[in-house]
């Protein structure tokens, strides 16, 4: 039998009072723990495994479910959402790059026409490993673009990586 969570009750990483609620129902073994994915955070319907347990999160679709998102099963037990965060890819120049504002637009086209998800936070690219890594990396070593420096990490949540269904016209 399937729980179904969709009454929110707020982020605990922000809350004192909804961490003292965690607390209690954990020491009464009346919380469910659960990991999603970023790209289910973005669903409306989720269904989950914890302990053995069938778990269904119904929300709007105009949010997204976030690190320590709280809800409350129909049952009336506490579910505590962890977000897992992926590894990225880090790209950094080592030097100057206005000389070469074409290897540039070329490095942003073959992002975009991959559909790779990514982001620029001051002058840092950040791109989701979507894809193996090396493919990724052959790809962008085929730009030659001079002082672009490849290094992987994980990514703060502060900065989502955006995505979109898939289509062309």
């Known amino acids: 039998m399937t729980i179904i969570a969709q009454h929110y009750l707020g982020n605990a990483l922000h809350d004192d009072i909804l961490q003292q609620q965690i607390a209690l129902a954990r020491s009464e073994g009346c919380c469910l723990e659960v990991e999603l994915s970023e790209d289910d955070c973005r669903k409306s319907r989720i269904t989950v495994e914890s302990a053995g347990k069938q778990i269904g999160i119904i929300k709007d679709r105009s949010w997204s479910i976030k690190e320590g998102d709280l809800f409350k099963t129909e049952k009336g037990r506490l579910l505590l959402i962890h977000v897992q965060i992926p590894d990225v890819m880090i790209l950094r120049f080592t030097q100057d790059t206005t ?4 290897q540039l637009v070329l490095l942003g086209y073959t992002l975009g026409n991959h559909h790779w998800p990514m982001s620029i936070v001051d002058q840092t690219i950040y791109v989701q490993l979507v894809v193996d ?18 290094s992987y990490g994980m990514r703060s949540l502060d900065h989502p990586l955006p995505s979109s269904p898939h289509s062309h016209p």
Request: hydrophobic share 35%; net charge negative.
């Open 99 to 102: 000389d070469y504002p074409q």
């Open 133 to 150: 890594r090396s493919v990724i990396e052959t790809t962008l070593q085929h730009l030659h673009i001079p002082g672009l420096v490849i």
